[in-house]
């Protein structure tokens, strides 16, 4: 994707080379297969528009992320959703408040996935479904097939080698070595080799490390798509997603690490972020930069993020040191805001007290998570902070996925009587019980969508 | 009636009007009981008549007929602030409500023309802005529908009388249920248990308790400080200018919808075009001019015959500790003072406004809220200081003591660094709340001839008989669209906003 979004950013008097390297290991699967709505311009950006994910990318349609259990008695989607309506000018979650209706009755694309429908939402305002936003879900395994060829039509000048190591550091400045020796030279090295971090850690950028889980991966085809979302369920050990890309299943389990005795079930991955993502002329991106756990689009929202802040920051001078600054500014703040989000899920009264709950819900309370909790638990208000990832809606609708409710409201929710709330409530509800039913299943509009974008590509 | 519901606002200027205006429109039909005491005998300042274009959804929550509030306030349309020798003495520049020319996928339309101007002959950014140019030449009108087409991709906002616009509010207020009282406070009775402020005494002997008080009694801050003790941040050391005089004066030429400010050696000078006489003001630094000296600079620089004798404010830039203290709101003058170069006195009466009503208490006042609104607008205040300071740092000026102080000041580490960043490649630093958006800093850093060295490099993949080309379009595009434009004096007719007389006068040369 990086590389995609240089070539398409810069002119051709930039050169810029490509190196994969055969034994870095290939770490894409814990990206979580899932895009939130912010990347469908990005993605088109890079010529991966719906219809070749459809087509090509075996992408699938995803409303959200259906946790099951997440606590006893913890069962939500946590879906996207264009901003809440109003009700006499008030937001909508005060009114809930008010008449005690739980957030989900009124969400389309929460309660669409949970039917396992989809349909993509109209631009007719009138109609509720105009509020479902959705993203994909996808196997990473497709998508850089489809980078790759996409990569290949272009200028880009690509490398193979079996190693890649940093030959020399002078002030500042990386030069790696292919296969300990062909030395490769360049004014920015962006290091995407995902949790080997195999150039920004030889840079004095170091690792901040949380905590370390184990993952677990594993494919298995479908003999249709599945949910029009991901799922996350709960388990005493740690917790595990599944994806639904078209007719493949695939599913990573995220438990506490193994033990030095253990029969090694997966492979380690240490949570956390560089303490520079910028670091002389190297910048990590992705999983080089940091690596927070699947449970929500996140990283593919932070790499999404790396790339653009990267374009944006592309050095004017070999120092580099405002773009740095910046860069690496900025990096923290996405960084850490998107954990809040993970946080406010991990960090819970009445969890599991086993060794990866404990170390999950362990380390240093944020202070702005903190804001976010009390605020909302006193009147449903959610306090930002500048460019946050995660929107409004996706903290009211986590918060109250975790059954935190408002004490109070806005005052202003007052002003409607409260029959005619419950009654504007009551036919929000009915609108979207009686469309539901109408949406095809998620599987067969996927087919049918292919079908159609097949004739259309051979008219 | 609900409880926590007996609110006294104290003071009735544009900020307890404006406060009354809005907490009786939210919160009237939940049987509020709101009364504002003001007194005839204490004169109110005034200095907020320019405003930024959120000021029009404070006016359409209200429900306002914009055509009949800019007949009875002698309102006139604003396109942006015209800053005259800021850069260098002879400079000028407009900053406009709106972004320049059009973004090119998706890189910022200023990025475009720096890499045409470091080659040579791009023009003034200003040409590529309608709201700059239609502002130029007196023009005016209401944006189009499309908020992506050059002729559109503007706001508005107004300048008007605010002795004005706090009479209009008084009668919208009071028509909803607002009780006035007139009197001056001479005491107050705390809560021996809780320190809150449990009612106001009144001169004539009455007595006026409530749940909450909103103190809008300007610089005094008669109870968040008097009686409530509660401290100021104090500003000076970046903005130290502490004094203003003031005088209204009658207007000459074409009716223009722009404010302007003009750099002095000792401060700055506005000039804010009504329909019915031009408000005016000097406001400076004391250390380095005398009263009498600001006053001479300031009269005799007006563009037509004094209204009025000119009248004398002192304040010191900064706000308050805690905007909310106890059961007592500070708004307006009484929350903080920022001089009022970039229209903003209004918009953080606005802001504080709008912050009250989405925390307004439910059975009391509950520490959580008063957190959260201290902590939102702490940020206004802070983001809209460092924005200020721009102006008097990003400067050649040397030519007196007071500019060669701000040449050696140390800046606050949050605005070295959004000067350095643009300074390096025409990079501004965002943040997401705020006033000031990015075409803001543009037009500022621009205008005060910081020119950066670099630009963004992704421009490069543009051709540059491309770039001309583009840049060429948007530019007769836009002067195509500000030649369509009506002048001012004229669309304020067509739209039903013109007071019946002042404009003869206004457009009298």
């Not at chain 1, 374009?311 to 960084?335: G, K, M, S, W």
Request: include cysteine; hydrophobic fraction near 35%.
């Amino acid at each position: 994707m990086a590389t995609l979004s240089l070539v398409n950013a810069l002119g051709s008097d930039h050169h810029i080379a490509q190196v994969n390297a055969s034994a870095t290991p290939p770490a894409d699967d814990i990206y979580g297969g899932a895009t939130s709505p912010e990347s469908y311009n990005f993605l088109r950006g890079l010529g991966l528009d719906e219809p070749l994910l459809m087509l090509e990318g075996r992408a699938s349609f995803s409303l959200g992320t259906h946790f099951r259990r997440w606590r006893p008695g913890q069962t939500w989607h946590q879906c996207h959703h264009a901003p809440f309506p109003t009700i006499d000018g008030t937001p909508l979650i005060h009114h809930l408040t008010r008449s005690r209706t739980p957030l989900s009755e009124v969400l389309i694309s929460a309660q669409a996935a949970l039917a396992g429908r989809f349909a993509h939402p109209p631009a007719d305002p009138a109609t509720p479904l105009a509020l479902a936003e959705y993203g994909y879900q996808f196997d990473p395994l497709d998508w850089v097939r489809l980078l790759d060829a996409r990569i290949e039509t272009t200028r880009v000048e690509r490398l193979k080698a079996e190693t890649i190591t940093v030959q020399s550091q002078v002030a500042g400045r990386t030069v790696l070595a292919l296969d300990d020796d062909i030395a490769l030279e360049a004014d920015l090295i962006i290091d995407a080799t995902g949790p080997a971090r195999t150039v920004i850690s030889q840079t004095g950028s170091h690792f901040i490390a949380d905590r370390t889980v184990n993952a677990r991966i594993s494919r298995q085809a479908a003999t249709q798509t599945g949910q029009p979302g991901r799922v996350i369920e709960a388990s005493e050990e740690g917790w595990t997603l599944k994806v639904f890309p078209q007719e493949t299943e695939l599913s990573l389990a995220i438990t506490s690490p193994a033990e030095p005795n253990e029969t090694l079930k997966g492979f380690d991955v240490e949570l956390g972020r560089v303490s520079e993502a910028w670091q002389g002329n190297c910048i990590a991106i992705g999983h080089a930069a940091w690596t927070i756990e699947p449970l929500s689009p996140a990283p593919m929202m932070l790499l999404q993020r790396d790339i653009e802040r990267l374009l944006e920051l592309i050095p004017t001078t070999a120092e580099a040191n405002t773009e740095r600054r910046e860069y690496n500014r900025r990096f923290r703040d996405d960084v850490d805001h998107a954990g809040l989000f993970h946080e406010a899920l991990l960090r819970q009264e009445g969890a599991m007290n086993s060794a990866y709950w404990k170390s999950a819900a362990g380390g240093e309370p944020s202070e702005k998570l903190a804001r976010k909790l009390r605020q909302y638990g006193h009147r449903g208000i959610v306090p930002r902070y500048d460019l946050e990832p995660f929107n409004n809606e996706d903290w009211i609708i986590l918060l109250e996925g975790l059954g935190k409710t408002p004490q109070d409201y806005d005052r202003q929710a007052d002003r409607l009587p409260e029959a005619e709330t419950q009654n504007q409530l009551r036919q929000m509800k009915a609108t979207i019980d009686n469309l539901i039913p109408r949406m095809p299943p998620h599987h067969i509009y996927v087919a049918k969508l292919k079908q159609y974008l097949e004739k259309k590509r051979h008219v | 009636m609900g409880s926590f519901s007996r609110i006294c606002i104290v003071g009735g200027g544009t900020a307890g009007w404006m406060t009354a205006a809005a907490l009786s429109n939210k919160f009237k039909a939940l049987g509020f009981d709101l009364t504002l005491i003001e007194s005839d005998q204490i004169g109110t300042v005034g200095v907020g008549e320019a405003t930024l274009p959120h000021i029009r959804y404070f006016n359409q929550a209200l429900g306002i007929d914009e055509p009949e509030f800019m007949k009875l306030t002698e309102a006139t349309f604003k396109l942006g602030i015209e800053f005259r020798n800021w850069g260098k003495v002879g400079d000028h520049y407009i900053h406009p409500f709106g972004d320049y020319g059009l973004p090119a996928d998706d890189l910022d339309f200023h990025q475009l023309w720096l890499k045409q101007h470091q080659n040579g002959g791009a023009g003034r950014l200003s040409d590529y802005s309608y709201p700059i140019i239609a502002a130029e030449q007196g023009r005016f009108r209401l944006p189009g529908e499309n908020p992506n087409e050059i002729g559109s991709n503007f706001g508005y906002a107004y300048q008007f009388d605010a002795g004005l616009y706090a009479k209009f509010l008084r009668r919208y207020s009071e028509h909803r249920g607002v009780k006035r009282i007139e009197g001056r406070i001479v005491d107050t009775t705390l809560d021996a248990e809780t320190g809150d402020i449990e009612c106001v005494k009144l001169d004539d002997g009455q007595t006026v308790d409530a749940d909450l008080f909103i103190d809008c009694s300007g610089f005094r801050g008669l109870l968040i400080e008097k009686t409530l003790k509660t401290g100021y941040d104090d500003w000076s050391e970046w903005l130290p200018c502490n004094r203003a005089v003031a005088v209204p004066c009658e207007s000459r030429g074409p009716l223009l919808p722009y404010t302007r400010a003009t750099a002095r050696t000792a401060g700055w000078q506005w000039r804010i075009p009504l329909q019915h006489r031009t408000g005016n003001g000097h406001v400076y630094w004391s250390d380095h001019i005398s009263d009498d000296e600001a006053t001479h600079q300031l009269m005799s620089s007006l563009e037509g015959p004094a209204l009025a004798e000119p009248k004398q404010l002192f304040f010191k830039t900064g706000r308050r500790k805690k905007f909310w203290n106890r059961n007592v709101v500070s708004i307006g003058l009484s929350a903080g003072f920022l001089e009022p170069l970039e229209s903003t006195s209004i918009h953080l009466i606005q802001e504080g406004i709008t912050t009250l009503i989405e925390l307004f208490p439910h059975r009391s006042i509950n520490t959580l809220d008063v957190e959260e609104y201290n902590e939102r607008m702490g940020l206004n205040f802070e983001r809209v200081r460092d924005f200020l300071l721009l102006h008097y740092v990003a400067t050649q000026r040397e030519d007196s003591s007071m500019w060669r102080h701000f040449r050696d000041l140390k800046l606050p580490d949050s605005l070295q660094e959004k000067i350095d960043a643009w300074m390096h490649r025409g990079y501004v630093i965002k943040y997401e709340f705020g006033v000031f958006l990015p075409p803001s800093w543009v037009a500022v850093m621009l205008g005060q001839n910081l020119q950066p060295r670099g630009h963004d490099p992704r421009i490069d993949r543009f051709d540059m008989r491309e770039l001309r080309q583009k840049l060429d379009t948007i530019r007769d595009e836009t002067a195509l669209q500000a030649s369509r434009t009506p002048m001012q004096a004229d669309f304020l007719k067509q739209h039903g906003g013109a007071s019946s007389t002042p404009l003869a006068t206004a457009t009298q040369t």
